[in-house]
């Protein structure tokens, strides 16, 4: 097996900051511990399909392979949405595994956002 670079949850509402996204701060994070900000050989494993803004930070950072539990009907753009890895201006695609888990993914998603609902 590989070794866990960096992981990250969701931190949109902790930090005020509407990209602090999971894939986009375990990206940083990731970059930052290597030195380096591409991340060739690597590979992202994700809860939810990600949305379009980090569908871009995966491809610049070059990533190897990503894999995703549940699809994002409303704002995922791997395969829903805008489908960023096929667009024209998208200069590397990762190897795309979905439904990574699926139901178990799917799972925890509706646990976290009930969470997040409740006072």
Do not use: Q, W
């Amino acid at each position: 097996g590989g070794t866990v670079v960096a992981s990250a949850g969701n931190r949109t509402r902790e930090l005020a900051d509407p990209t602090a996204h999971a894939e986009m701060l375990a990206i940083r994070e990731a970059c930052r511990k290597l030195s380096s900000e591409r991340l060739a050989g690597h590979d992202l494993y994700v809860t939810l399909e990600p949305c379009a803004m980090c569908a871009g930070a995966i491809s610049f950072a070059r990533l190897r392979r990503l894999y995703f539990g549940a699809a994002d009907e409303k704002g995922g753009a791997v395969v829903n949405g805008v489908r960023f890895f096929a667009s024209p201006t998208c200069h590397h695609v990762p190897d795309i595994y979905p439904g990574l888990a699926e139901s178990k993914a799917a799972l925890l998603l509706k646990d976290f956002f009930r969470e997040r609902r409740e006072p």
